[in-house]
């Protein structure tokens, strides 16, 4: 099925609507599966993996809470310019956490938010994401649940953003390049 984006900035659609939520539900069949009889709590970072969040729990057959961050990153990228804007509102110590991203790209920020949550005493840190970036990976980090591999591309859609822009599509698209400065 092609979808088509009227706005001429989008390039092309790389995941669709149906894409998306089939991926959403094997995961969370997979996770339901590897949580089963745990205290499973999902931890997502504003405002990107809320989307992704929010599909997936509804997906996941498990009670379990859900909980946000919102973190920060200055200059270019560097591990020790990432300070936490939105903490956590529940304690995670003895439970098992699931940190739920919507793309990991380089892995720096995601890096540095496992090594703070897993300071907190948590029976289990895992980490799934919808869309993995690792063309651009820096940091070696364990991925438990992935829904797809994506290219090195400015993607858009589904929680994704430029400035504000695209995050409520309900599909995953690439921008022309010259839409967006690579950093």
Known sequence: MSVTHPDPRIDRVLHTSEDIQAAVRRIGSEITRDYEGRDLALITVLKGGTMFLADLCRAIELPLTVDFMAISSYGPG?????????????????????????????????????????????????????????????????????????????????????????????YVATLHDEIWDRP
């Open 78 to 170: 560097a591990e020790g310019s990432v300070r936490i804007t939105k903490d956590l509102d529940d304690s995670i110590e003895g439970r098992d956490v699931l940190v739920v991203e919507d793309i990991i790209d380089t892995g720096l920020t995601l890096s540095y938010l496992l090594r703070v949550l897993r300071q907190r005493k948590p029976a289990s840190v895992s980490v799934c994401t919808l869309l993995d970036k690792d063309a651009r990976r820096l940091a070696d980090l364990p991925i438990e649940y992935r829904g797809f591999s994506v290219p090195d591309r400015f993607l858009v859609g589904y929680g994704l953003d430029l400035d504000g822009l695209w995050r409520t599509l309900p």
